[in-house]
């Protein structure tokens, strides 16, 4: 068997430290030369061996303070079953997700709303030319007491947005919904799109993640009941070591099951020992 390269046992070596507490969430590891003398390596293996441990979420580079321990960050295990829930109806609002009924999210930003110029993935899902300008809901939220979870962008077709204005108005989560249905869209419809991404630096530094840590990027559009075009897309970008995606698979026809007899038994009669 070949030797494993220095990089990586020195990887595993601060992964154990990291984890058995010797630094704890918040502090600094140290400082490249320290290391490179405690373990008798270049500076280039104690570099690659760091840029591996932030892939993995457990460390992150600043200007300012040097090499950080994150805290360990809780996963969340998110059914994506067709569902989207309802908030009290006085307060009006959907949730959709990784938001559980009842359960308190906070945010990390003050929400805000801004006429941007579209980048390409949104206008191809709105159906409008990339760059043109459109208005965004921007949030970055996640469960009280969890570090970032999600970094959302909300845009709005041009023409739905000078329809209703009030979408540009704070309102309940998920309230603009509401308005776009007011304004003869309702009931929309919705579909979904997932695919893994690396994070930019802006979004990399709202969700305080590395910018080597891929992030999984949900895409959902809403569709007009009256034109059946797209009149919103929401993408939401999470943290990849934050989140599990889980699918309910069903039986189609094809795949009834069938009880199977032993050799010379007979069939429906067989039963597991």
């Known amino acids: 068997m070949?030797?494993?390269e220095k990089y990586r046992e020195i990887a595993d070596d601060l992964?154990?430290?990291?984890?058995?507490?010797?630094?704890?969430?918040?502090?600094t590891i140290p400082k490249m030369v320290r290391l490179s003398n405690e373990?008798?390596?270049?500076?280039?293996?104690i570099a690659r061996a760091v840029r591996e441990l932030e892939a993995e979420g457990l460390l992150l580079s600043t200007q300012r303070r040097g090499t950080v321990v994150l805290a360990q960050r809780p996963r969340r295990r998110v059914s994506r079953a067709p569902r989207v829930y309802k908030r009290r109806l006085r307060e009006g609002g959907y949730?959709?997700?990784?938001?559980?009924?009842?359960?308190?999210?906070?945010?990390?930003?003050?929400?805000?709303?801004?006429?941007?110029?579209?980048?390409?993935?949104?206008?191809?899902?709105?159906?409008?030319?990339?760059?043109?300008?459109v208005l965004r809901r921007r949030r970055v939220t996640s469960p009280e007491g969890e570090p970032p979870f999600g970094l959302s962008d909300s845009w709005i077709h041009p023409e739905v947005a000078?329809?209703?204005?009030?979408?540009?108005?704070?309102?309940?989560?998920?309230?603009?919904?509401?308005?776009?249905?007011?304004a003869g869209h309702g009931p929309l419809a919705w579909h979904e799109?997932?695919?893994?991404r690396t994070a930019n630096k802006e979004e990399a530094n709202l969700l305080k993640i590395p910018d080597e840590l891929p992030i999984v990027e949900l895409c959902r559009v809403s569709v007009s009941a009256s034109s059946g075009k797209p009149v919103e897309v929401t993408m939401t970008i999470v943290p990849s070591d934050r989140i599990e995606v889980v699918a309910h698979v069903e039986r189609d026809a094809s795949?009834?099951?069938?009880?199977?007899?032993p050799p010379g038994g007979r069939p429906g009669?067989?039963?597991?020992p």
Not at 15 to 27: F, K, L, M, S, V
Not at 39 to 45: E, I, K, L, T, V
Not at 102 to 109: A, D, K, L, R, S
Not at 193 to 196: E, L, P
Request: proline share 12%.
């Open 255 to 261: 795949a009834v099951y069938e009880v199977l007899s």
């Open 162 to 182: 000078a329809e209703a204005p009030e979408v540009a108005e704070q309102g309940p989560p998920g309230g603009y919904l509401d308005v776009i249905e007011a």
């Open 95 to 133: 949730s959709f997700g990784a938001t559980a009924p009842g359960e308190v999210w906070v945010n990390h930003i003050t929400p805000f709303r801004s006429l941007e110029p579209i980048p390409d993935r949104a206008a191809e899902l709105l159906g409008v030319p990339p760059g043109t300008l």
């Open 39 to 45: 373990y008798q390596a270049a500076r280039g293996s």
């Open 15 to 27: 992964r154990r430290r990291i984890r058995e507490g010797e630094w704890p969430p918040g502090e």
């Open 269 to 272: 009669h067989y039963k597991e």
């Open 193 to 196: 799109i997932t695919r893994a």
């Open 2 to 4: 070949a030797p494993r």
